[in-house]
Nanobody
Framework: QVQLVESGGGLVQTGDSLRLSCAAS????????MAWFRQGPGKEREFVAA????????YYANSVKGRFTISGDNGKNAAYLQMNSLKPEDTADYYC????????????????????WGQGTQVTVSS
């Protein structure tokens, strides 16, 4: 079992930056990739970004490409999401997730295959 704890959310203005952190503990050796998802008000949860643990390959949703950067620190069992040029439509609860499954494209991996989830951290971008 892997436990995930997010931090770093908050209230920012349009154009600001924010960095989210996700700390993993437990059976971290089972992690193949870590990802960030988000769920905005009245919306379904959606994929944001993922990083393959062993090779460092990264995957992004089109809506955040060029603005968000996912990174990972295997030694610290942590993943980060650097969010730049934030927009009001980025307002959401952001969730960290981990999967033991190996995939060719984590952006399209079914959400239920991410077997570990954090409790979420809220990001609000004011206009």
């Amino acid at each position: 079992q892997v436990q995930l704890v997010e931090s770093g959310g908050g209230l920012v203005q349009t154009g600001d930056s924010l960095r989210l952190s996700c700390a993993a503990s437990g059976r971290t050796v089972d992690i193949s990739a870590m990802a960030w998802f988000r769920q905005g008000p009245g919306k379904e949860r959606e994929f944001v970004a993922a990083i393959r643990w062993s090779r460092g390959n990264t995957y992004y949703a089109n809506s955040v490409k060029g603005r968000f950067t996912i990174s990972g620190d295997n030694g610290k069992n942590a993943a980060y999401l650097q969010m730049n040029s934030l927009k009001p439509e980025d307002t959401a609860d952001y969730y960290c997730a981990a999967t033991p499954y190996v995939a060719t494209d984590y952006a399209t991996l079914e959400q239920y295959l991410f077997t570990s989830w954090g409790q979420g951290t809220q990001v609000t971008v004011s206009s």
